[in-house]
């Protein structure tokens, strides 16, 4: 059995295999030239202020730079072209894809195209179970999948080293302004990526097996799995650990105020004091007592457009003298492992849960 799964799987096995080499070698051949200038930048023997100046200017020239630029008889682009943009997106969007791929490609024909083709009948009236079957080929590229993905990430992070390196420390500049929470970050490194290809790979097996053909459970994988990877960031990852809270000043909290019209306000705040890198989940207007408090009127005297003023001095201290501060809502930079093992955890029960699923349906399957 463990034969035949190989058998059938060596095309996509290929295909992987090959797609990791060619990223592989992508960033090899750009890495050298982004660690000389990560050591020509002064970033490693830095301290204190200096240092945020420091990444901001690495991560300037970075984002301009093209590791050949014409002085090399190996040019892969045009004098002038910013590759490590290219090459830091390109990287994100395969590990973001890579689940959603495996699942469409790897899950979804998984069973629906036994079923399509009418070999189910042979392949699940032999001496092996039908439980074996599907536990062979769950088990062989279901870690295949978690294998393919967690190394895109594994060559992803070991390429973009200094660039996070220097955005923890204050840098920004262009695609490199995102920290170790962002969206986009946080999907990528670690060990997210495993979870999500567990899960996006058994997904595809459960709608082949629900629908009942190859096409359609694609389609049904990529529009699920989508949705879930766009509503995970916004509303599950914020509350899989509580998160801390502290009240501070408009101003200590360089908070951004929009009065909206009438008496109300939007604050958002963007740094947390004491914890650099923390990140923000939720924050508001309230007053001495904890409660949450519209704008005073006085206040929008203080701004040179009603509409459209943040956080001015005038406006900070107005709020100050009422007695107004920023609560703030934020999941320090200790969370974040936590928040990747909770998280991995949440979606490999959900492949699990999944898995058991399938089990359950083919089980009770006549044909």
Same mark, same amino acid.
């Given at each position: 059995?463990?034969?035949l799964?190989?058998?059938?799987?060596? &095309?996509q096995?290929?295909?992987?295999v090959?797609?990791l &080499?060619?990223?592989? @070698?992508?960033?090899?051949?750009?890495?050298? /030239?982004?660690?000389?200038?990560?050591?020509?930048?002064?970033?490693?023997?830095?301290h204190?202020g200096?240092?945020?100046?420091?990444a901001?200017?690495?991560?300037?020239? !970075?984002a301009? &730079?093209?590791?050949?630029?014409? +002085?090399?008889?190996?040019?892969?682009?045009?004098?002038?072209? $910013?590759?490590?943009?290219?090459?830091?997106?390109?990287?994100?969007?395969?590990?973001?894809?890579?689940?959603?791929?495996?699942?469409?490609?790897?899950?979804?024909?998984?069973?629906?195209?036994?079923?399509?083709?009418?070999?189910?009948?042979?392949?699940?009236?032999q001496?092996?179970?039908r439980?074996r079957?599907?536990?062979?080929?769950?088990?062989? &590229?279901?870690?295949? =999948?978690?294998?393919?993905?967690? =190394?895109?990430?594994?060559?992803?992070?070991?390429?973009a080293?200094?660039?996070?390196?220097?955005?923890? !420390?204050?840098?920004?500049?262009s695609?490199?302004? #995102?920290?170790?929470?962002?969206?986009?970050?946080f999907?990528? /490194?670690?060990?997210t990526?495993?979870?999500? @290809?567990?899960? #996006?790979?058994?997904? #595809?097996?459960?709608?082949?097996?629900?629908?009942?053909?190859?096409?359609?459970?694609?389609?049904?994988?990529l529009?699920?799995?989508?949705?879930?990877?766009?509503?995970?960031? %916004?509303?599950? +990852?914020?509350?899989?650990?509580?998160?801390?809270?502290?009240?501070?000043?408009?101003? @200590?909290?360089?908070?951004?105020?929009?009065?909206?019209?009438?008496?109300?306000?939007?604050?958002?705040?963007?740094?947390?004091?004491?914890?650099?890198?923390?990140?923000?989940?939720?924050?508001?207007?309230?007053?001495?007592?904890?409660?949450?408090?519209? =704008?005073?009127?006085?206040?929008?005297? *203080? %701004?040179?457009?009603?509409?459209?003023?943040?956080?001015?001095?005038k406006? $900070?201290?107005? %709020?100050?003298?009422?007695?107004?501060?920023? *609560?703030?809502?934020?999941?320090?930079?200790?969370?974040?492992?936590?928040?990747?093992?909770?998280?991995?955890?949440?979606?490999?029960?959900?492949?699990?849960?999944? @898995?058991?699923?399938?089990?359950?349906?083919?089980? +009770?399957? +006549?044909?």
């Amino acid at each position: 059995m463990t034969w035949l799964t190989w058998h059938q799987f060596r &095309a996509q096995a290929a295909t992987a295999v090959a797609a990791l &080499a060619a990223f592989a @070698a992508l960033l090899a051949v750009t890495r050298p /030239h982004m660690v000389s200038l990560y050591a020509a930048s002064g970033i490693t023997g830095c301290h204190g202020g200096t240092c945020g100046g420091l990444a901001g200017t690495f991560l300037n020239q !970075l984002a301009s &730079a093209t590791p050949f630029n014409g +002085r090399n008889s190996f040019d892969p682009l045009p004098a002038g072209t $910013d590759l490590y943009p290219i090459v830091y997106q390109l990287g994100v969007l395969l590990i973001l894809a890579a689940p959603a791929i495996i699942g469409i490609f790897w899950g979804a024909p998984l069973i629906a195209r036994e079923l399509e083709t009418g070999t189910a009948a042979l392949a699940w009236n032999q001496s092996i179970t039908r439980t074996r079957w599907l536990t062979v080929k769950l088990t062989l &590229a279901g870690v295949a =999948a978690m294998a393919v993905t967690e =190394a895109l990430s594994l060559m992803q992070a070991w390429w973009a080293a200094p660039i996070g390196r220097a955005v923890g !420390l204050g840098g920004s500049a262009s695609v490199f302004s #995102g920290s170790r929470f962002s969206p986009l970050v946080f999907a990528t /490194h670690g060990i997210t990526p495993l979870g999500y @290809a567990a899960f #996006g790979f058994v997904l #595809g097996v459960t709608a082949g097996l629900l629908i009942r053909r190859a096409i359609p459970a694609m389609a049904v994988t990529l529009a699920i799995f989508a949705a879930v990877q766009a509503a995970t960031p %916004l509303w599950v +990852r914020p509350h899989l650990i509580p998160p801390s809270q502290t009240i501070a000043t408009t101003e @200590a909290a360089q908070a951004n105020v929009f009065p909206t019209g009438g008496s109300t306000m939007v604050v958002t705040a963007t740094r947390v004091a004491g914890q650099p890198g923390a990140w923000i989940t939720s924050s508001g207007a309230v007053n001495v007592a904890g409660q949450p408090v519209t =704008a005073p009127a006085a206040c929008e005297s *203080a %701004l040179p457009h009603a509409l459209g003023g943040s956080g001015s001095p005038k406006w $900070d201290n107005c %709020l100050a003298s009422h007695g107004i501060r920023v *609560a703030v809502s934020y999941q320090p930079v200790s969370h974040y492992w936590p928040l990747q093992l909770t998280e991995t955890g949440l979606f490999l029960a959900l492949a699990l849960a999944l @898995a058991g699923f399938c089990f359950w349906q083919l089980g +009770r399957r +006549r044909s």
